[in-house]
């Protein structure tokens, strides 16, 4: 079994392990089978460096791996978003912030992972690149979940301890949830998205992967660069909700299963948790319906390179493009002028709550084969698309944060618990995640 970073840490400060032997270690899993299609890019020989470099064990992340989306320009590297489209973009001249606040905190860069092109899609696809099996396939290959999907992977699989990804509609806690692991989504304006490809600009978020929640408030309190105000309440020191509109339609057995045990494990350990209605979720189709902020958004950045490079695109991410083509101005204005009532509106139904319960996606890992490239499965490919985006991205036109952590029993594929909250309420969300998964391990 994987250890979590703060373990290792501590056994790094016990004199019992060495970056290098973990960054080694590391390496081993990314070079194995199950992390094919993971990394676009390895940079194993700085990571060792980084690792054997005894300035680096006073750091906070002491000289350990961690994994870099291809989405984020990091130093003398090209950043491809995952598309053929960039791949003669110039290298980044400078680090983005989020990987410049990673180095300075003592990370070894492992390499760029693999992704969704231009992040589109929470499914995990790639055609250009070839897609990273979910780490907990076995006989049949999963998808990973995305956009984040190589970030996910390269975690779940043992070589990184932190994936920096980024979240748009679901990126980072969908692969979360399928993989096993937990994802952290912050509130949007807490770390800067310079130096990333964006996808929404609006809703873009810069956040990470990693094995435990503790873990995810450290990667945070690094990217973020703030301190996470720590809690030891205990979880019946919190008022809790689960949403009952949208959030539990259309359940699979699997998640329908896990759900329904760690409620009652959480409500047996003393959490108060309410039934809410939430009917303005049902709000959220209407107010979509002319397009959404990621199509519309995503155009504006693309349009120009679609005029030499569209035949390059992987066609189903052009697709959901070019869907911002046909939003007039007007149709902008008024869909931000909408989302900001609509939050107005969810904040105050959520009054009183400290966070919301939610399963992070409705489904389990499925195969990649049922939805691989080709325009037969196009129509399968874009339904369990919307499934998986559905309650995920509720939270990011809501500008909140949410953590998905896992939930299910160790002989069932993996289910995400999201806990989610409006904006600025990321230390409770996080406290009250800790209490969750302390209960549940």
Not at 260 to 274: E, H, K, P, S
Not at 364 to 371: E, G, L, R, S, Y
Request: charged share 20%; with cysteine; aromatic share 4%.
């Amino acid at each position: 079994m994987l250890t979590d970073l703060q373990t290792t840490l501590r056994r790094l400060r016990n004199g019992e392990t060495h970056p290098a032997f973990e960054v080694a270690r590391a390496i081993d899993a990314a070079s194995s089978a199950p992390c094919q299609h993971a990394f676009l890019k390895t940079t194993f020989d700085e990571a060792l460096a980084v690792a054997g470099s005894s300035q680096n064990l006073s750091t906070r992340l002491a000289g350990l791996p961690i994994s870099v989306k291809d989405l984020f320009d990091v130093a003398g590297q090209t950043t491809s978003a995952g598309s053929v489209a960039l791949k003669d973009a110039a290298p980044a001249q400078f680090d983005c912030p989020a990987v410049a606040r990673l180095r300075r905190a003592g990370a070894a860069l492992m390499g760029r992972t693999n992704m969704v092109e231009f992040a589109f899609s929470g499914v995990g696809v790639n055609p250009h690149f070839g897609t990273p099996a979910n780490a907990h396939s076995k006989d049949l290959a999963l998808i990973p979940g995305g956009s984040s999907s190589g970030a996910a992977v390269s975690v779940a699989c043992g070589a990184a301890f932190i994936g920096l990804g980024s979240d748009t509609g679901g990126s980072i806690r969908i692969p979360a949830a399928l993989n096993g692991i937990v994802g952290f989504k912050n509130t949007a304006r807490l770390v800067p998205t310079a130096g990333a490809v964006p996808l929404s600009s609006t809703l873009d978020t810069v956040c990470a992967l990693t094995r435990s929640v503790p873990d995810a408030m450290l990667a945070h309190e690094i990217l973020a660069q703030r301190r996470v105000t720590r809690s030891a309440a205990p979880l019946g020191a919190y008022r809790l909700a689960v949403a009952n509109t949208l959030m539990l339609d259309s359940l699979d057995i699997t998640v329908t299963r896990a759900w329904q045990r760690t409620l009652d494990t959480l409500r047996q350990a003393g959490a108060r948790i309410d039934e809410l209605p939430l009917t303005e979720l049902n709000e959220l189709r209407q107010i979509q319906a002319a397009g959404n902020l990621s199509a519309a958004e995503s155009f504006a950045w693309h349009r120009h390179l679609l005029q030499d490079k569209a035949a390059s695109y992987d066609p189903r991410v052009l697709a959901r493009i070019q869907v911002g083509a046909t939003m007039s101005a007007c149709d902008y204005i008024d869909l931000l002028d909408a989302r900001r009532r609509w939050i107005d509106k969810m904040d105050l139904a959520m009054q009183g709550f400290d966070a919301i319960l939610s399963p992070t996606t409705p489904v389990v890992a499925t195969p990649i084969a049922d939805i691989a490239p080709g325009p037969e499965r196009d129509e399968a490919f874009f339904r369990l698309n919307a499934v998986l985006l559905r309650n995920t991205s509720v939270v990011n036109m809501l500008d909140g944060c949410a953590i998905s952590l896992p939930c299910h029993a160790a002989d069932e594929l993996p289910v995400g618990m999201m806990v989610w909250a409006g904006a600025m309420r990321d230390d409770p969300v996080l406290n009250i995640a800790c209490q969750i998964e302390q209960l549940l391990s």
